[in-house]
């Protein structure tokens, strides 16, 4: 049931991404499908993150936080679509919403902060080779990963206080598969002016103009730190060690931009939400396959793993 013309709302309806029967079958598996690999994936970088001695520097640590990130923020996304088809329960209370934004916005931000991290670590890597143990040791890199979980944390603090203050909602029904802030901004009849203000200043200064920036500046380095390598094979080397993150960074800016910069009044059609499903599944689910297949670290640490696994197998028979 709707509640149209109203002003207080005490639980939004989640509409999902089809309402078309037939479809919703096929969203469900590919969305079970999505959370499957993405869950296999990133579970299987952690622990080779965990477990491999030879992996244990800081851009493994890293990604070893950003695989977390990954595994939570795509869940808190994709859980409603997966219950709703099971229970058929479309409702989700007015707290739980605004707990899913603000998760999902702390998520989002913190995963930028997390690479512009590793974008330090790289530019260390490359144009401070020297000193990178020194640089970026365990205290550093504890540091580093601890201010971008707070900071990420505090900074959606502001946008979530503006949606606070929102009094009067055209409607409970959320056209869309969780509850995003533009998604709640439509629905929105009180004054939207001051969450515009403060997306805009948060998403200028803190969430992601400033890790961009800082992240530029960093390649702007390690591309003309690899330009001065004179050996063929020592540039190509010294590339490979970045191309991953690399790779990472602009698929999620990427993602970012088409999600958050594209009209709004397209929103309505499904084949919108779809692309925004897979939009917002990228960077959880190529994450870890980039790291994978373009790092020999990585492989090589697999195939130890595996081999360790098979003898305790036979040592157990
Ligand atoms: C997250 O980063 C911290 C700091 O570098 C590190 O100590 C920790 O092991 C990382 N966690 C994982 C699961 O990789």
Redesign the pocket.
């Known amino acids: 049931m709707s509640q149209k013309n109203q002003t207080h709302v005490t639980f939004f309806i989640i509409k999902g991404i089809s309402e078309v029967p037939g479809l919703q079958v096929l969203v469900f598996f590919l969305v079970l499908l999505l959370y499957l690999i993405t869950l296999s994936g990133n579970l299987t970088i952690?622990l080779l993150?965990?477990l491999d001695k030879k992996l244990h520097n800081?851009m493994y640590?890293?990604l070893?936080?950003l695989s977390?990130l990954d595994v939570f923020s795509l869940s808190i996304t994709l859980h409603k679509i997966l219950f709703t088809f099971i229970s058929g329960d479309k409702t989700v209370s007015f707290l739980g919403c605004m707990a899913q934004m603000y998760i999902f916005s702390s998520l989002t931000c913190n995963e930028l902060l997390m690479l512009t991290a590793m974008s330090y670590d790289r530019y260390v890597a490359i144009c401070n080779p020297l000193h990178y143990h020194m640089v970026m040791n365990r205290r550093v890199?504890?540091l580093l990963?601890i201010i971008c979980w707070v900071l990420g944390f505090i900074e959606v603090v502001p946008h979530m206080w503006a949606i606070s203050k929102f009094t009067c909602y055209k409607s409970n029904e959320i056209n869309h598969y969780f509850c995003d802030i533009l998604p709640i901004m439509k629905l929105s009849c009180s004054d939207t002016t001051i969450l515009k203000l403060v997306i805009f200043i948060e998403g200028l200064l803190l969430v992601s103009f400033t890790p961009f920036l800082f992240t530029f500046i960093s390649y702007i380095y390690i591309i003309a730190t690899i330009l001065q390598i004179t050996s063929n094979i020592g540039r190509r080397k010294a590339f490979y060690t970045c191309s991953s993150h690399l790779t990472v960074v602009i698929i999620l800016y990427l993602s970012l931009v088409c999600q958050y910069l594209r009209p709004t009044s397209t929103d309505t059609l499904d084949s919108n939400k779809v692309f925004s499903l897979f939009n917002t599944a990228a960077v959880p689910v190529l994450n870890p396959f980039i790291y994978s297949l373009k790092n020999k670290d990585v492989k090589l640490s697999f195939r130890r793993q595996l081999k360790s696994l098979k003898s305790l197998k036979f040592a157990s028979l």
């Open positions: 952690l993150v965990c800081p640590f890293f070893g936080n977390i890199c504890a990963a």
